[in-house]
């Protein structure tokens, strides 16, 4: 794969298909000539690709040319720099020849095009003998005409020549000759989730509030970001010089289309502006190509562009259009925004147009606006106790809206402002769930637990903030916080006076089942009462899995997690993920896993840059495919997130077969006395550290860790506790009565597919160490068809081996190594990357394609060799070398 970083240092983000191209350009021009031309406006990063590109061909050991065209066009100019002397090989008589050829016979007349043409042919073959050859072109649209309209004839004559061609330049302003000839790829903008990694690592010292403003403004330009994500850095003159250049009455309209923001229609730009000939100014402004017109609204062709339209004009004027178009339009946001930025003080009037505007942006569904006209309600109030109401909703809405540090900026000026123990709890909420976001569980958890001591009058309120304690205390793993818990909700009554918050936070209609939840987190053993059913997603979802139900919680959860609001989707995340683990639906698990990484990158959220990497490589290890390295956590952390991570390792090590460092890392799931370090997480994987133990010798100290795990899983465990405890007792004291209690209720191998087919394996194998084939043979069949099914290769293959030749299936094929050889060239590819080591996801990226239609070639691919995982099929690959 072409590396995502250029000649420059400088990340290259979201341009995998662009790349993809240039290393299939780079492929085919050791062959033969190829050429490729990249499009695009001003700043979208074509630079950094031709960087990218002369790197990778450097590396490749091409030699390269570079031909960028210079500042003023001079006759065949592009040409001249082209085959300059010692540039591109060109012997000197060739060269002298080519000038020749190219300058005018007489004042008035053409070189001799044929000629031409020749030359150049002769001189790029004599340039690829020693080896490929690169030029680049950049900035190629300020190349003269002659030149580009004399390469493009001969590239369509070049046929063995080995050379590629990548040239640079604006949309729409090369010639069509030689577009013709060259394949063009059209680079538009970042993604939002690749300009927000870009805007990060452009070191941009942006708060929360304003990350998004830029991300939104610059519309995915890596230029834009760079220049408005920085305050020292100045505006590109050739915007400024672009803008200045049009007519007055242009450039008053441009100004109030660019501070009116998107979708302001043209009729109301009109009133405000008083363009006479508003018509004409548009018309103006768009044979410039500054401007598009499209259904009555005013597009600009660049972000920087709009930055210009402002930075042009003289700040009275910049008032005067704010005001006027505060009075045109009618739509109730802009109004208050215009209105805002007018008025820096304080101002009921202004403060409650922006609360409006704030309720008209919520109504929408769009909380970060709803949130910023909020905050700049705040900062326009007459009063402190009007400013926290107004910071405590915005912080509610920045939370909603997926942006934790802005919502704990917020949550804090509510504290500033008041002692109001109602704002001040719903604020400490809005804290609470953001703290977790940004992967701080036990401050969320200290913060939310001091609300709801200081006694808000609203029982809503004291309601809310101990479920968010509670759900903190899930997260952090530590025991203090659990005890804390009936303590805490004990002082969660059922009345109280209603505050104004109620559709920011769960009603006390859900009191009951707020109150199971906490008492469920709060003690497992000595709770085993019904939850009654929550009515929404989030709270039904949660109870699934705290009862380990883990098919009905990925559904519930996976319905927040599709309703949009990033607030809510974060804080279902990390149960969704683990519930489609455990229930087999892994390959949800991956496109969940994949969108959470594009959302971050806008955040940023450090909850999902904390657990992402650790699932994916759960995900790996349970497949069999080359995890990414991950570093365990630091011995005593007690986290869900260090958990999960903790045991991705140990699942590695495991599924190498390294039992003794499996075992080291699935102990450090449990301290120095055996209690799980995080209480809910560490029980669940018993049976691993089971087995680990059983081939290491540390069956007595795995014993009294699986004691204790039994003492506090209560007189009514789950029934997946059940299972687990029973495998793993199974597994430690070698008797078929404890494999057949895990076994004992078939319905657990619909919801815990792997959990139970790895029983069943375990109990397939300790039959067939006791000469008991025949009866081993059905958990075996049963245990590799669901390893096959989920995509667990190396347990599919142990299943397989485990049972003996004359047991297996009949016609069912045996591994042919010849059979390697009947596949296609491009399966033979993905079969030797496997074999190889690399993942399903790393197959993907060189072949660009999705790792689910990999993991599909692979199926098929082991069918075709009668293979059933990726150790068999190493041993059919040595074989065909």
Known sequence: ??????????????????????????????????????????????????????????????????????????????????????????????????????????????????????????????????????????????????????????????????????????????????????????????????????????????????????????????????????????????????????????????????????????????????????????????????????????????????????????PANVARAHRELAAATDDVYRRARHLATLTPGRDASVAAALEAAADDALGRGDELAGATALQSAAEHSSSDLDAARHYARASLAAHRGGQPEWAIELAAKVTAATGDTDLTGVAACSAGLALVHAARPGEAFEVTARAARSGPRDAQVTLNAVLIAAVAALLSGVRAHREQLPELLSRAGNDGGRGKYATSMIPLAQAESVRWIVTMISDPATFAGDCPEPAGPLLAGTAAFLRDESTRAAVRLGAVWNSGAPGAMFACYPLMVLALIDSGRWAEADRVLDRAVRVAAVGPVPFLDDLVPALRVTLQALRDDSATDLDAPSPGATTLADSVRQRAVALRALTAGDYPRAYREFRRLFDEDGEPRHYFFGPRSLPQLALAAAHTGHAQEAARILARARRAAGAEPTARMVMLLAHAAALLDDTEESFREALADPERALHWPLEYAEAQLNLGMWLCRRKRALDARPYLLAARDTFLRLGAGAHADQARRALPVALRPAGEPAPEADGFRRLTAQKQMIARMAAAGMSNREIADRFFLSPRTVGSHLYRIYAELGVGSRHQLRVIVDAAR
């Open 1 to 314: 794969m072409l590396s995502v970083v250029n000649s420059g240092g400088t990340a290259l983000f979201g341009r995998a298909r662009e790349l993809a191209g240039v290393a299939a350009m780079l492929d085919a021009a050791a062959y033969g000539p190829a050429a490729l031309l990249f499009c695009g406006p001003a700043g979208v990063g074509k630079t950094a690709l031709l960087g990218a590109a002369t790197a990778e061909a450097r590396r490749r050991e091409y030699r390269i040319q570079h031909a960028t065209p210079a500042a003023v066009p001079q006759p065949f100019g592009l040409l001249r720099r082209l085959l300059g002397t010692g540039g591109a090989g060109l012997p000197g008589h060739l060269y002298r020849r080519l000038t020749g050829l190219w300058a005018p016979r007489s004042p008035g007349g053409t070189p001799d095009d044929a000629a031409v043409v020749t030359a150049l042919l002769l001189a790029l073959e004599g340039s690829s003998r020693g080896g490929p050859l690169l030029i680049v072109a950049d900035d190629a649209h300020r190349a003269d005409q002659e030149s580009l309209r004399l390469l493009g004839t001969a590239l369509h004559h070049t046929s063995t020549e080995r050379i590629a061609l990548l040239l640079a330049a604006r949309d729409g302003e090369l010639p069509g000759p030689l577009i013709n000839t060259i394949s063009r790829y059209d680079v538009g903008p970042l993604a939002e989730d690749a300009a927000g990694r870009l805007l990060g690592a452009c070191g941009s010292s942006a708060d929360a509030r304003t990350r998004g403003d830029i991300l939104r403004r610059a519309a995915g330009n890596p230029l834009a970001l760079r220049v408005l994500g920085d305050p020292g850095q100045r505006l590109p003159y050739e915007f400024l010089a672009q803008v200045r250049a049009l007519p007055a009455p242009a450039r008053r309209l441009l100004l109030h289309a660019a501070l009116a923001g998107d979708g302001e229609h043209l009729g109301t730009l009109h009133r405000a502006a008083g363009v006479a000939d508003w018509a004409a100014a548009c018309a103006e402004a768009e044979r410039a190509g500054l401007i598009v017109v499209r259904d009555g609204i005013v597009h600009f062709r660049h972000p920087l562009t709009r930055a210009a339209c402002v930075a042009a004009e003289t």
